[in-house]
């Protein structure tokens, strides 16, 4: 497809449960983030990925959250004995460029709407 | 603590007037700046942007506007239309050195336009 591709839309998870979220980017985009965003907040940047190397998992919130990109291509969010306060939207973003070039725009998937019960 | 604030969490404008966004800022290390739009269901997407060394940057009917001595920027939209009722987030690159691309953003602004 011609955008960057989220699944499922929709996550319904019982608290305890895992999940994984799928993202596939734009082909060719060099680089990959995940974003979290709260009801009523701003995407929080999570992980970032240049290629198949995760360069930068500082927003990650805890051990639960895992994150790859083996081959450079698809990545998958994994969230291990999931909480309440997982809840969230979670947005996948690839970009042609290399991060050293700031003037390359991210584009966003539609997001993946996890609800832990 | 939250870097990029826009304290406005709404805004209702009429049909052909002036759209004016504002976001505040308070980590003088960004050097790039941001506009995505947002409709319900899906993604954040581009609208336009401007660099730190620039005050202002214009594209079409969008034109944002820098302020660094007072950390503020403003995206004007001009005229409104039907179209433009969204979502508008702010976002914020800290300087390369520190990561590029990795975009901290506001809250968001609900815009909508009156007919």
């Known amino acids: 497809g011609a955008g960057v591709s989220q699944s499922p839309r929709y996550k319904v998870a019982k608290r305890g449960q895992d999940v994984a979220l799928r993202c596939d980017p734009i082909s060719g985009h060099v680089s990959l983030f995940w974003y979290q965003q709260a009801l009523g907040q701003g995407p929080e940047f999570l992980t970032y990925?240049?290629?198949?190397?995760?360069?930068?998992k500082s927003g990650l919130p805890s051990d639960r959250f895992f994150a790859e990109r083996p081959e450079g291509s698809v990545s998958t969010l994994k969230i291990q004995r999931t909480q309440q306060e997982d809840s969230a939207v979670y947005l996948c973003a690839s970009s042609f460029s290399p991060t050293d070039r700031v003037h390359s725009p991210l584009h966003f998937g539609n997001g993946t709407r996890l609800t832990v019960t | 603590d939250q870097q990029v604030k826009q304290n406005s969490p709404s805004l209702s404008v009429q049909e052909g007037r002036i759209s004016i966004l504002n976001c505040d800022y308070t980590n003088s290390m960004f050097d790039y700046f941001l506009w995505y739009k947002k409709y319900p269901a899906e993604g954040p997407t581009f609208l336009i942007s401007?660099?730190?060394?620039?005050d202002k940057n214009e594209d079409g009917r969008f034109t944002v506007f820098l302020n660094k001595s007072a950390k503020h920027l403003s995206l004007h939209i001009v005229p409104s239309q039907p179209g433009d009722s969204a979502v508008y987030f702010c976002?914020?690159?800290?300087?390369?050195?520190?990561?590029?691309?990795?975009?901290?953003f506001g809250q968001g602004t609900r815009l909508t336009i009156n007919p």
């Open positions: 401007i660099s730190s060394i620039k």
């Open positions: 976002a914020a690159i800290p300087s390369i050195i520190q990561g590029a691309q990795k975009l901290v």
């Open positions: 990925f240049q290629n198949e190397a995760q360069l930068d």
